[in-house]
């Protein structure tokens, strides 16, 4: 069964501080790899994808890729109060299909 | 980003009867849309797959006559909760994506399903 891993959380962090989230799976021939964020109540929003080793930047957003460690992260910088909410990590198992972990809840203190 | 719109965003019913879900992509075609249902403090489970014009793919363990599936045409797929129960309470999510790439999915608002 093809599995992501995420650490539930809390991961608190001050307002301007980079928040790391962190996210593994199981499947090595993976090779789309998505971030989305979730409000509490609201549905998922795409915040970046990767698919190539390394990293991938946009804006205050920075996501990297290991797939010989089969790890991926995302990088927040300049964490705002509004960027609380739960991130989630999404591996592509086929075409558009995705399977997600738990999320990690983030909280940015003022 | 694409819009995909879902209604109803809020729905209780009585166990027993059926409920129905809308999933529209707005300004834009999709031959594939997705249901995931995600319970409290969980993440999402993809449901099914829905294919225009086609029967749904089911994931293991979905009862596909109790969750009917309908994708008519290019921009509408239907959920039907039939016979609802407690245990079928959740938040309900339709996406879509825009192009044959991988996996860029674009959520609707998701239904959150309450069952007395």
């Known amino acids: 069964q093809k599995e992501v891993e995420q650490n539930s959380g809390p991961l608190s962090v001050p307002e301007g501080a980079i928040a790391s989230l962190n996210c593994t799976y199981s499947d090595r021939g993976s090779q789309s790899f998505f971030w989305y964020r979730q409000y509490s109540g609201k549905s998922p929003e795409l915040i970046m994808s990767?698919?190539?080793?390394g990293d991938k930047e946009d804006g205050r957003f920075t996501a990297q890729l290991n797939k010989a460690s089969q790890y991926v992260s995302l990088l927040i910088r300049d964490s705002q109060p509004s960027d609380s909410a739960t991130y989630l990590c999404a591996v592509g198992i086929g075409f558009q299909k995705l399977v997600f972990g738990t999320g990690t809840r983030l909280l940015v203190s003022p | 980003g694409a819009v995909v719109s879902q209604h109803p965003s809020r729905v209780i019913c009585k166990s027993g009867t059926s409920v129905k879900i809308e999933c529209r992509s707005l300004?834009?075609?999709?031959?594939?849309m997705f249901w995931y249902r995600q319970f409290p403090k969980q993440s999402l489970m993809l449901m099914a797959t829905s294919n225009e014009g086609s029967k749904a793919t089911y994931e293991q363990g979905v009862e596909k006559d109790k969750f009917l599936i309908n994708h008519a045409s290019l921009t509408l797929s239907t959920l039907t909760v039939t016979s609802a129960h407690p245990e079928d309470s959740s938040f309900y999510i339709c996406s879509a994506g825009t192009s044959g790439g991988p996996g860029e999915l674009f959520f609707g608002e998701g239904s959150r399903l309450t069952v007395l």
């Open positions: 990767i698919y190539s080793n």
């Open positions: 300004d834009f075609q999709a031959t594939t």
